[in-house]
Structure formats: C-alpha cells, structure tokens
C-alpha cells in the first residue's frame, strides 16, 4: 500500500491564525482525501482534492475556510484560517488505491488556544 | 446521505472473551471496509468486503457482509489486550462515489 507522510504531526495555535497541513504520498494517486476527527470518533469528510481541479468540499465546510491545494498528484495540503478553539481536532489525509482500499496518513492533533 | 450505524459505541471486555461489532445501513454499498486505529495514528485497514454473504477471516477476526451488502459484522474471539483500539466501518461506493462514508466507531478496551 502507499506510504503517506503528514506533517506537522501537532501543533498548538493561536485564535485567529492559520495552519497549513501537507501530506505527501509515495505514489502517484488520482484522488485526496482530507477528514477531520474529534479524538475516539469517527472521521468526517472535509473534501476531496483532485490534480488540477479545485476541491470539493462536504457539506459545511467552505473554501475560504480550509483551502486546499493538490500541486501534483503525490502531494496535497490542507489550511485550517482564522483558527478558533472549535477547530481543534484531529486533521487526516487519505488515497484510494486501487484494488487496497484507502491508506490514510497519521494525523495531524491541532490545539487552538 | 447515506449513513451507517455502528454499534456498540464503547465495549469493555476481559481478556479472553469474544465480542462482535456490527454496522448496518438502509443503503447497498460496493464494498464495506473495517480500519482499527489507535492513538496517534491513522486508521489503518483490516479488510475490506465485497461480495455479498462474503467471510473473510484474519487470525481471531471474522468479518462478514450481509447478503444485501447494506450490513457488515466484526467478529473478535478470545480477545486479547492488544486488539484495544478504535474500530470503523466505513463504506464505498453506493451513491457516494470514490467517498467512504464511516460508522460512527466502536472503542474497544481490553482488559488484562
């Protein structure tokens, strides 16, 4: 299965400021995933990020606040802007490979004081 | 929407005992997919299902999906402390093309 480094691992910020979370694959995948997960639940979809295309987001979740870029195929970041305390969570990258399933990266624990 | 109902939510178990995690749906999905995570890290995948009435087995883990592929079940026999984590269910395909849509986690703690 594919590799997928994510990094910063954790970060504590400040209200009011941004974010930028990258996630690098070692193979090239058509489609990126970002989610977001509050520590023992479940993952929920922010948007899904093609080559050369803009993302597309899920349902509550807007560009301007976490914009995406997808550069190449093995490379995507996600930006948490203007941060509050209800941002925090846990940030997770995924690829859909075929005949695998889904790899996900470790996850990216984000505190907002 | 489709969703999936995963149940139970949090399950504490002694070392030893079986135990079954089951997630159902009113929705059909292509495949259905199990993660287990643990803190600090991503989902990492167990197996995924794809036909109907499908078994999979792997070591003390039985994973069936349902005939009409709208449920799926987890299966632990003699749990041990290590298998301790966060399972999911996630399911692909259906409505939601190239999307997983996930349980909601089942916290599984066992006890030494």
């Known amino acids: 299965s594919a590799v997928i480094s994510q990094k910063p691992s954790r970060d504590i910020c400040q209200r009011g400021t941004s974010l930028t979370i990258q996630c690098q694959v070692d193979?090239?995948?058509?489609?990126m995933f970002w989610y977001r997960q509050q520590p023992g639940q479940s993952l929920t979809l922010i948007a899904t990020?093609?080559?050369?295309?803009?993302?597309?987001?899920e349902s509550g979740f807007v560009i301007d606040k976490f914009p995406i870029s997808r550069p190449n195929l093995t490379f995507s970041t996600l930006t948490v802007s203007n941060m509050s305390p209800e941002d925090s969570s846990i940030y997770l990258c995924?690829?859909?490979?075929?005949?695998?399933?889904?790899?996900f990266g470790s996850g990216t624990r984000l505190t907002v004081v | 929407t489709q969703l999936l109902e995963q149940s139970p939510q949090f399950l504490s178990i002694q070392e030893g005992e079986n135990l079954t995690v089951y997630c159902n749906s009113s929705s059909v999905f292509s495949s259905l997919q199990w993660y287990r995570q643990e803190p600090g890290e991503g989902p990492v995948l167990l197996v995924t299902v794809v036909t109907g009435g499908e078994v999979k087995k792997l070591k003390r883990l039985t994973f069936q999906f349902g005939d009409a592929r709208k449920d799926s079940s987890l299966h632990i026999t003699a749990a041990q402390p290590g298998d301790t984590g966060l399972y999911l269910c996630a399911g692909a395909g259906g409505t939601s093309y190239g999307k997983l849509t996930f349980g909601q986690g089942t916290i599984l703690t066992v006890h030494p």
């Open positions: 990020a093609n080559q050369g295309s803009e993302a597309t987001y």
């Open positions: 193979s090239q995948v058509t489609m």
């Open positions: 995924s690829v859909e490979e075929t005949n695998y399933g889904y790899t």
